[in-house]
């Protein structure tokens, strides 16, 4: 429990350490935000882009600064950097109770596909990030007799993030948490070694796209990211760890786990600059 704490704490700082950087001559945003997560998954083989990928439902809040003031001067200028990037900090939820094997694999009645058809997989993510976002159009106008600005904007982003996680493999909706390997219940390739269970964290990279289309004080958003997570075992099963005596074949792959996020959101910009 106080590992699970500290780990959750250390969440927490790592979102708002970005937003205590907001000082008076910085624009701010905020904003909610609902959409689809893909997790690219252990679960069946790689190959089948049914069995390893997972989707579920993720919702977000997310906290934007830009970097000029809400009271800019004309006369001071603005640079690149300023006309063209904003500083995001999100914070993400997204839980999946239902990851399973799907395709060829599950098929017929062998005593492989039995089981694998008996075994699932869940998943908790708290995620919070920071990331740069490049805007293709300058982000303000700062005179009613010359604006610039579009009322659509496509942006492009990349992000550090930190991601708690909370896995747990089923058979037949009994946990293996708490139980000793090997796991009988499992296909061979699963039984040592694989399976996860306790909550854990890890890093990762973002890379992503989006479009904002801005009325007045609201924005509208949709965006769209692929996340690399540095660990193998967001999903419960980490194949390049299993214990596997030949002529057993692994199962899985030997990458570590991604995501693919889908959303779209309303942001709340305070103070127009005009």
Request: aromatic letters at 18%; a negative charge; proline letters at 3%.
């Amino acid at each position: 429990m106080k590992k699970r704490l500290s780990k959750i704490i250390v969440l927490i700082f790592f979102f708002f350490i970005t937003i205590s950087y907001s000082q008076s001559r910085f624009s701010h945003e905020a904003g909610l935000s609902f959409g689809v997560a893909s997790l690219q998954t252990d679960f069946g083989e790689s190959r089948d882009f049914e069995s390893a990928n997972a989707s579920t439902f993720s919702f977000g809040v997310a906290y934007y600064l830009k970097f000029f003031g809400s009271q800019y001067d004309w006369r001071s200028g603005s640079t690149y950097f300023s006309q063209h990037f904003k500083l995001k900090a999100e914070f993400d939820y997204l839980s999946n109770s239902n990851i399973q094997h799907k395709g060829a694999t599950i098929k017929g009645n062998s005593d492989a596909a039995q089981k694998l058809r008996a075994m699932k997989g869940t998943t908790r993510i708290y995620d919070i990030g920071t990331s740069f976002e490049f805007y293709f159009f300058e982000l303000e106008d700062y005179t009613t007799f010359n604006s610039n600005k579009k009322s659509l904007n496509p942006y492009l982003s990349i992000g550090l993030h930190y991601s708690f996680y909370d896995p747990d493999i089923l058979v037949n909706d009994v946990s293996l948490e708490g139980q000793e390997e090997p796991y009988t219940q499992l296909i061979p390739s699963w039984q040592t070694g694989a399976v996860y269970t306790e909550p854990d964290a890890t890093l990762g990279l973002s890379f992503g796209a989006g479009l904002r289309y801005s009325i007045e004080d609201i924005d509208l958003v949709f965006d769209t990211r692929w996340q690399h997570f540095f660990s193998d075992q967001v999903d419960g099963l980490d194949p390049s760890s299993a214990i596997v005596e030949a002529p057993v074949t692994r199962t899985g792959d030997k990458y570590n786990d991604t995501m693919i996020v889908v959303n779209v959101g309303i942001v709340y910009v305070f103070g127009q600059n005009w």
